[in-house]
C-alpha cells in the first residue's frame, strides 16, 4: 500500500490536492501537513518498512522544502519515499537541484492538474500501486 502526504502551508491547496487525487482515483490513504517538521515527525513514528509519496511544496516559511529533503536524508527514515516537488517557482535553480536528492522522482508546478496526476500513476516506481 502506498500512502500520500501532501506538504504545503496552504490550506486551500492542501485541499484542493486532496480531492483532485480523489477524484482522479488515487484513493490511497492520504494524509497532509502545514509543516515539514510535522511531516519528519509523523514518518519517524510509524512502523517500518512502509511505502510514502509525499507531494512537497519548495516555498514554506519555517522548513522549506529543500531544508525538508536534507533533513530527510539525515534522519534515514526506514521507509520507501518518494517525493515529488510541487511548486509555483519557476526558477531553473529549483529544477536543478532536485537531481541532488534521490528520493526526489518528480517536479509538478502548480496548480497540480488531473493529468498530472494521472502522470502519477505512470511513473516507474509508483506504477506498481496503481
Not at 502526504?5 to 487525487?21: E, G
Not at 509519496?53 to 514554506?60: K, V
Not at 496526476?117 to 509508483?126: A, V
Request: net charge negative; with cysteine.
Amino acid at each position: 500500500m502506498l500512502k500520500i502526504i501532501l506538504i504545503d502551508d496552504d490550506d486551500i491547496v492542501l485541499m484542493i490536492q486532496r480531492k483532485l487525487l480523489q477524484r482522479c482515483g488515487i484513493n490511497n490513504e492520504i494524509l497532509s501537513f502545514k509543516k515539514g517538521r510535522e511531516a519528519l515527525d509523523f514518518l519517524l513514528g510509524e512502523i517500518a518498512n512502509q511505502n510514502f509519496l509525499i507531494l512537497l511544496d519548495i516555498n514554506m516559511p519555517v522548513m522549506n522544502g529543500w531544508q525538508f529533503l536534507y533533513r530527510l536524508a539525515e534522519l534515514e527514515i526506514p521507509h520507501d519515499i518518494k517525493v515529488v516537488m510541487v511548486t509555483s517557482s519557476v526558477d531553473s535553480y529549483d529544477r536543478e537541484a532536485v537531481v541532488k536528492y534521490d528520493k526526489v522522482i518528480g517536479f509538478i508546478e502548480k496548480p497540480i492538474t488531473a493529468e498530472n496526476c494521472e502522470n502519477l500513476k505512470k511513473y516507474p516506481s509508483l506504477k506498481r500501486f496503481f
